[in-house]
């Protein structure tokens, strides 16, 4: 009971919701640090995950390395990432720097992989229906491809950006501030209110992250492919 | 970190005990999760394939724990069951539940029908069925799921360092090295806890092709183009 109070009464303090170290401040640090990284990691996973999806060319690197991704914990690469980083630049490289790369890391293999295996999984009849319909090979991958594999792309989308937004929580062991401040602080002040507040707004966070791309995923799905029409 | 070299041999060489009894803490922690996640995702995913309607439900609570995260779990637990074995392991147990689950249900879907009409069909009473036609069939997608488990428990060990000094396994030594600007202890924690993780995923592939003699390795585009067409 003593920790729900504790934690009701620190949300609850107007002096925690203003200011550099405040509630709205720490939020939107790690939002657009989260939010950052989903893109930069997007822009290099998502094409390549296409061409090879619809090329079919080193598609056994994608299957085989998928797994080998996981072996590499977040809280390791940015460890590991900090002796170069720092090398760099002293200040940011101890704290942003290795962090906004670990999140690129940790995002790019889910968008890859799902949008490999949604543009490969698409039904060969279609793609050949399509190209004996005289479409071009870009046409096919934009016209037939991406929206039949679209609930897959948006699948990988999601669990990059619900891993992101939970590890980026990290950061703040390494310097970097976010929402992940308030657990750290709170477990060095031995702040109860404070920890656990911290782990409410991460938690709520995380789970808003996810519901808000599972709903831009339902509206994703093509008219055609609702409808129970199966392959 | 001036003028030093990247790694200090001699720390290692004068550290080797300590470093082995890391290694010990992280296959320890990393073993109770894995074990005990599978026992408990067994029993989900067997509700699961009994009760269709429930499966979404497991799914949805699997992923919304998976959706917490372990640095918040973690640090969230100590003030609730203290600085104890069970804090570090129930956020591990709790993510390999998403792992699992899903490819324990895809693992006994991909048993054909008409395999399962032939069994019957030969006498086979239901335990013996499940047992020994079910089971192995099973069994490929079974053992995806512990690589993935087990992977993803080895480097999430790593995390609970932040419950302080006698936690972590090799995470100790990031967090140390870290705290320490010593990059000779960053590097044996996070290049060890990889290393551990490969290894792990290997053994199960291993595991895979002992238990599975029959089948023959799909890698490559003959199964992608399978995989399509079926």
Redesign the interface.
Same mark, same amino acid.
């Given at each position: 009971m003593d &920790?729900v109070t504790a934690t009701a009464q620190w949300l609850a303090d107007p002096t925690h919701w203003q200011g550099p170290n405040g509630i709205p401040a720490r939020l939107f640090e790690h939002v657009a640090l989260s939010g950052g990284s989903v893109l930069l990691a997007t822009l290099v996973a998502l094409p390549l995950g296409l061409w090879i999806g619809h090329t079919?060319r080193f598609?056994?690197w994608v %299957?085989?390395s998928a *797994?080998?991704w996981? +072996?590499?914990?977040?809280?390791? %690469?940015i460890?590991?990432l900090?002796?170069f980083t720092?090398v760099i630049d002293p200040n940011l490289g101890f704290t942003l720097y290795p962090t906004v790369i670990a999140m690129i890391v940790l995002a790019g293999p889910p968008i890859l992989v799902n949008t490999y295996q949604g543009i490969?999984?698409v039904?060969?009849d279609l793609v050949e229906a399509a190209r004996a319909m005289g479409m071009k090979e870009r046409q096919i991958l934009t016209g037939v491809e991406i929206p039949v594999a679209l609930p897959v792309l948006a699948t990988g989308m999601r669990l990059a950006a619900?891993q992101v937004v939970?590890?980026a929580? &990290?950061g703040?062991?390494?310097g970097f501030g976010g929402l992940?401040r308030f657990?750290v602080l709170?477990?060095a002040n031995q702040d *109860?209110g404070e920890? @656990?507040g911290?782990?409410v707004l991460? +938690?709520a966070l995380? &789970?808003t992250? @996810?519901g808000l791309f599972l709903l831009i995923e339902r509206r994703l799905v093509s008219a055609g492919l609702s409808r129970g029409a199966t392959g | 970190m001036t003028g030093e070299p990247l790694v200090r041999w001699d720390w290692v060489y004068g550290h080797l005990g300590a470093i082995a009894d890391r290694v010990g803490q992280h296959l320890y922690l990393a073993a109770i999760a894995i074990a005990a996640g599978f026992v408990i995702s067994f029993a989900l995913a067997a509700i699961s394939i009994r009760r269709r309607r429930l499966y979404p439900i497991v799914t949805l609570l699997a992923t919304s724990a998976y959706t917490i995260p372990s640095f918040a779990l973690f640090a969230g637990l100590v003030a609730i069951t203290g600085l104890t074995t069970v804090t570090a392991e129930v956020p591990l147990i709790m993510y390999t539940i998403v792992l699992y689950v899903p490819n324990i249900v895809a693992g006994f879907d991909s048993v054909p029908l008409d395999v399962l009409d032939a069994a019957d069909g030969m006498g086979y009473t239901r335990g013996e069925r499940w047992w020994r036609v079910e089971l192995p069939l099973a069994v490929p997608l079974v053992v995806a799921g512990l690589r993935l488990a087990s992977v993803s428990t080895i480097g999430l060990v790593t995390v609970s360092a932040i419950l302080g000094d006698s936690f972590g396994g090799l995470g100790y030594y990031i967090l140390d090295g870290y705290e320490r600007h010593f990059t000779t202890e960053i590097l044996v924690g996070g290049l060890l806890s990889i290393a551990l993780a490969v290894i792990a995923d290997l053994g199960f592939v291993l595991l895979g092709r002992v238990l599975t003699p029959w089948a023959i390795p799909r890698v490559g585009p003959r199964a992608a183009r399978q995989r399509v067409s079926g």
């Open positions: &920790l079919g598609s056994w %299957v085989s *797994n080998a996981r +072996a590499l914990p977040s809280f390791a %690469v460890g590991l900090v002796p720092t490969a999984g039904d060969r619900v939970a590890t929580t &990290l703040a062991t390494f992940g657990i709170g477990d *109860n920890l @656990f911290g782990v991460v +938690a995380a &789970l992250t @996810f | -």
